[in-house]
């Protein structure tokens, strides 16, 4: 199966299915990559975001302090597994914005678009919204203009324009520990004013795929394979014990995202290891970012484990895709 190249990626962290496994999707055999206490002022570090960056990787990375409040950090890795993180959070300067106060930076997600890294975030400005900044070097970061009003989590942008706007992802919320979320999309012809908001996709019934049935969200940045716009998402239920994040696959067109084409009715990766199942919050596997190389139909999935550690899984992109075709809602 050929697929579209977006651009010529490092060769990317990888480890062959264990012998014996039948999954789709699977986990890296010395997970979690990044303990909770990787950097000395940190309560956690998860749900974070890595890209290629010159002969390594560069990432933006949840950490939460033990007073637990909540920023981002810049990082750097040699082979995106063993992580160098920055002490000190990312100070932002003015970007096509002088409004760049925040009362709290989580959640981030980092993409390659033209000349510079863009970074988008779960923003605290009068409640959770999107924040958008962009890096050249991951030294200097400059803030813009929040993407949409309070509330609103899981910012995911494309990676390139579509026809010829800026496409973000996003899950409007509400102020709390939301119990409900859809997948929407929204575009931009500058970075600063989003608009053309349509619905993507909505959580399932119960009796259709019940790991989906309570709210959704777009995980990492979509990748662009002949079928469409590869999309892992996070989706959940709220069962007697909780809240329980599970991570699920879908393809997008490619020329209108907003259709969905396939979804995975199954779930690719539940909370199963005790990494995922005890923590800060229990039983939460939530992608955040994946580095693909098209040419040796390879993915390594970056996901939040337990609201505590940082996991990485891997799988075969065209397998992806067949089972998500082949599984689909």
């Excluded at 160098?84 to 993409?111: A, C, L, W």
């Excluded at 000349?115 to 803030?143: A, L, M, S, V």
């Excluded at 040419?295 to 992806?320: H, N, Q, W």
Aim: hydrophobic share 35%.
């Amino acid at each position: 199966m050929a697929y579209q190249t977006l651009e010529k990626v490092n060769t990317i962290p990888w480890q062959e299915r264990p012998d014996g496994n039948t999954n789709v999707i699977w986990r890296y055999s010395d997970n979690p990559i990044i303990e909770r206490d990787a950097i000395p002022s940190s309560n956690s570090i998860f749900n974070s975001a890595v890209v290629p960056f010159e002969d390594g990787y560069a990432g933006v990375f949840r950490c939460d302090n033990k007073a637990v409040q909540m920023n981002i950090f810049a990082g750097f890795s040699k082979d995106g597994l063993n992580w160098d993180i920055n002490h000190d959070p990312i100070s932002f300067q003015e970007g096509n914005t002088s409004m760049i106060d925040s009362d709290y930076k989580y959640d981030p997600r980092v993409t390659f678009i033209e000349d510079r890294y863009w970074i988008t975030w779960c923003n605290g400005y009068h409640g959770p919204t999107i924040g958008i900044g962009y890096t050249f070097d991951f030294k200097e970061f400059f803030q813009c203009e929040n993407a949409f009003l309070p509330f609103n989590r899981n910012g995911v942008l494309f990676p390139e324009k579509i026809d010829g706007k800026y496409a973000m992802l996003s899950r409007p919320s509400d102020n709390g520990h939301t119990p409900f979320g859809d997948i929407y999309i929204s575009y931009s012809p500058d970075m600063k004013y989003w608009g053309e908001h349509r619905c993507v996709m909505k959580a399932s019934p119960f009796e259709d795929s019940a790991w989906q049935c309570t709210k959704i969200g777009a995980g990492s940045v979509p990748i662009l394979v002949d079928e469409g716009w590869l999309m892992f998402y996070h989706g959940v239920i709220n069962t007697c014990n909780g809240f329980r994040y599970s991570m699920g696959a879908a393809i997008l067109d490619k020329d209108q995202p907003d259709q969905v084409k396939y979804r995975t009715q199954p779930y690719l990766i539940s909370p199963q290891t005790p990494y995922e199942c005890v923590g800060d919050v229990p039983n939460v596997v939530f992608p955040c970012a994946s580095l693909h190389s098209i040419e040796e139909d390879k993915v390594a999935i970056y996901y939040g484990a337990a609201d505590t550690v940082t996991a990485l899984a891997f799988g075969r992109i065209s397998e992806i895709v067949q089972f998500t075709k082949e599984n689909s809602l």
